[in-house]
């Protein structure tokens, strides 16, 4: 156990997967020389060699073509696109190959990629490069989506993800990258699809993945001060998401809040609310709130992306609101 | 040259190379397999939308003579003949654009996904350019592991307008990337003409990357087989792309159904077969042979097509179960 960056169990992830399987690659734009834009990747290059860390140029969509290639060729390419926001260039490679290969071809072949990318708003990006883009993706047979909240489920999410013969979004929120905390020295394997409990509590219980878990977090102890005892669920996974770990704490609970900072419309809190309010109906005592972006962009300004961001405030309302 | 027989591999043009009545009697059973699709499609026992290559017979055979099962190739919406070149068999093909269980990729992707992994066919592809990346990552893998292989990709001369070919041409050299551009320039960008569409060439285009470009009459499956043969070996040399463009003729509509209104073509379709099946009977090959060839061709179709009749389709819950891969990798 050591304390580490977020960054940091990333990149020793990456490493780790590096050093036990010599099918995995990096494939990035300005990953190998420049370390990555936020660092993620630095010193892999002086110790795997530019064959394995491999700058590309920019040029999202071939880079992901080139990695279901890679995949079918034998290989476990990681790639990096810089901010989830490019990921719409990326978006005939993922959505029309990589996530139907396996599918279209009759179960011939698999597409074992990773792509790792980052979320996110906080850091005055503005509006094209601050998006939480990961419902498109949990919209797509074939594809799955991580996005973790903790050092240690970073590491070992990427770890699961990189061993997966899908193809498999991982998303990190770019606000967590120089958050500090405890990492192991060796994480306990996460499987996708598990859901852990954040915090326990009996009045309500609130879903969020990612950055969004801190602030989930953050509601619960203020909720505590009123006496209502917050159960955090943190999901993980998005897709597949732990149906069943959201359902058993409902049953407990019988109130639900789902977080993200995403934008609400049509979000991945819209498909757990529906679910749980068709599989969890007969254990709810009040309505399924959700918490989420306002419909409309990331705005830059200091003051206008503060007062844009959903947090802690927010959700404290929305459990409150479970109870109107 | 080698004893060529009917069961003959379509691969090892540089091992010796297949004589020229081998390369027809491999033309000919994709004609006869596209005959048939038409006639079924026509019939509705082909349903969804399928896209002949009849005309372009000469690219595909000449260019897989020389590769081997092991070199890989990704292909396009008009990919028939590019997966019966490379080797896939004629059931699982049938079956496949009959949405059958047993087809090549168990009734679910159909014509315009018919792909055969074990023979280095990385798939036909709805997406214009789709198939370009792919083939290029699948070029970096051949590199990485070593060895001679190689990757193709196959696109049209529609795909020209699409960026992605220019990400990956630029990759291509950047990176030195063992790949063969084959561009299939049948002067066709879907239902208009490319010169409508598209206001450089090719040849130009590869200069301005600085990879090396070949044109050659793709009608002609011999030159384009020697061609190919000398290109591929030097990509098994020197590992970098190389760009083949090939102009042919696409006999057929866009798609099968296609009235073609938008069509005046001032002469009559130039015809590969008709081509190579004229040079076969000037160097003495006896017409009874060709007519042989021919008929049997037809035969070996037939009995693909009746068995993949009597096939079924995949239930909705088996093709659901593999949406995912499920293989422990660790």
């Known amino acids: 156990m050591s304390e580490a960056r977020f960054a940091h169990a990333i990149n020793r992830s990456l490493d780790d997967a590096m050093a036990r399987d010599p099918r995995v690659l990096l494939l990035g734009e300005d990953i190998a020389n420049a370390g990555g834009t936020f660092a993620v990747t630095r010193g892999l290059l002086d110790k795997y060699g530019a064959d394995r860390v491999i700058d590309m140029p920019i040029a999202e969509n071939a880079i992901a073509g080139m990695a279901v290639g890679l995949a079918l060729g034998g290989y476990r390419p990681v790639i990096e696109i810089m901010f989830m926001d490019f990921m719409t260039l990326t978006m005939d490679a993922m959505v029309n190959q990589a996530a139907k290969l396996h599918f279209m071809f009759g179960g011939q072949g698999a597409v074992p990629m990773v792509v790792r990318t980052q979320h996110g708003g906080g850091l005055n990006a503005g509006p094209q490069h601050s998006q939480c883009l990961e419902a498109w993706f949990a919209h797509i047979p074939g594809l799955k989506v991580v996005v973790p909240a903790t050092l240690d489920d970073a590491y070992a999410l990427l770890q699961s993800a990189i061993d997966d013969p899908n193809p498999v979004i991982f998303v990190e929120n770019k606000a967590l990258y120089p958050m500090k905390g405890e990492l192991s020295d060796a994480p306990t394997p996460v499987p996708l699809g598990k859901a852990r409990i954040a915090r326990s509590g009996t009045d309500v219980t609130i879903v969020s993945y990612g950055a969004m878990v801190h602030k989930a977090l953050a509601a619960a102890e203020a909720l505590a001060g009123e006496g209502i005892d917050a159960e955090v669920i943190d999901l993980r996974t998005v897709q597949p998401w732990d149906e069943a770990a959201v359902l058993e704490s409902l049953a407990r609970t019988h109130r639900l809040v789902v977080a993200h900072e995403a934008v609400e419309a049509f979000g991945v809190g819209a498909e757990i609310a529906a679910r749980m309010a068709h599989i969890g109906f007969d254990d709810l005592d009040g309505p399924i709130v959700r918490v989420g972006g306002a419909f409309m962009p990331v705005p830059f300004g200091r003051t206008l992306e503060v007062e844009y961001m959903p947090g802690a405030a927010q959700i404290f309302a929305a459990a409150r609101a479970t109870y109107d | ?330």
């Open chain 2, 1 to 330: 040259m080698r004893t060529v027989t009917d069961d003959t591999p379509p691969h090892g043009r540089n091992e010796g190379g297949p004589a020229l009545i081998e390369l027809y009697r491999r033309m000919v059973l994709i004609r006869e397999a596209e005959k048939s699709c038409g006639a079924l499609f026509a019939a509705g026992e082909i349903p969804g939308f399928i896209h002949l290559s009849d005309g372009q017979e000469g690219v595909s055979v000449g260019v897989m003579a020389s590769l081997r099962p092991d070199d890989t190739i990704a292909s396009t919406h008009r990919g028939h003949g590019h997966a019966l070149a490379k080797g896939l068999g004629l059931d699982g093909f049938f079956r496949e654009l009959m949405g059958k269980a047993d087809g090549a990729c168990k009734g679910r992707g159909g014509s315009m996904h018919v792909a055969d992994l074990s023979v280095g066919m990385l798939g036909a592809n709805g997406i214009v350019g789709g198939g370009i990346a792919i083939a290029l990552g699948s070029g970096l893998a051949q590199k990485l592991r070593g060895g001679d292989g190689l990757a193709a990709s196959f696109f049209g001369d529609g795909a020209l307008a699409e960026g992605i070919i220019h990400e990956c041409l630029n990759i291509a050299k950047l990176k030195t990337i063992p790949m063969l551009f084959v561009c299939e320039n049948n002067g066709w960008s879907e239902f208009s003409p490319t010169s409508t569409q598209v206001t450089f060439t090719l040849e130009k285009l590869a200069a301005a990357y600085d990879i090396p470009y070949f044109g050659i009459d793709g009608s002609n499956v011999e030159k384009v087989a020697d061609l190919a043969a000398d290109l591929v070996a030097r990509i098994r040399r020197e590992r970098g792309p190389i760009v083949l463009e090939c102009s042919t003729t696409r006999i057929r509509g866009h798609y099968e159904g296609d009235a073609q209104r938008y069509r005046n073509d001032p002469a009559p379709p130039v015809d590969p077969l008709s081509i190579t099946r004229a040079t076969l009977e000037e160097r003495g090959v006896a017409v009874a042979d060709l007519e042989g060839i021919e008929e049997a061709a037809r035969a070996k179709v037939q009995q693909a097509v009746e068995a993949a009749r009597s096939s079924s389709e995949e239930s909705l819950s088996e093709a659901q179960a593999e949406v995912y891969a499920v293989e422990a990798t660790r």
